[in-house]
């Protein structure tokens, strides 16, 4: 009866440390991820730590490229 016991704690006990470990790893999986935002020209996804942004007036605007970044400033000028 003893050794039932023993098993069945030290069986618990290796469940909890493995379910702790994995809820971890997943979470560093989820602050590793990367958010992304649509460029206004071309339609690609890019990150938001992208070089290339706008602000105008009170949104950031997200471009891939430099090229996308001086149409869409282009387009805006001419309105």
Excluded at 10 to 22: C, M, Q
Excluded at 46 to 63: G, L, Q, R
Aim: aromatic content about 16%; proline content about 1%.
């Amino acid at each position: 009866m003893l050794k039932f016991l023993i098993t069945g704690l030290l069986i618990y006990l290796a469940f909890t440390l493995f379910r702790k470990k994995k809820v971890e790893s997943e979470q560093k999986e989820i602050s590793d991820s990367v958010d992304l935002v649509k460029d206004e020209i071309c339609g690609t996804y890019v990150e938001i730590t992208s070089p290339y942004k706008v602000k105008y007036y009170d949104k950031i605007y997200y471009f891939c490229s430099k090229e996308c970044m001086d149409k869409f400033i282009e387009s805006k000028k001419n309105n």
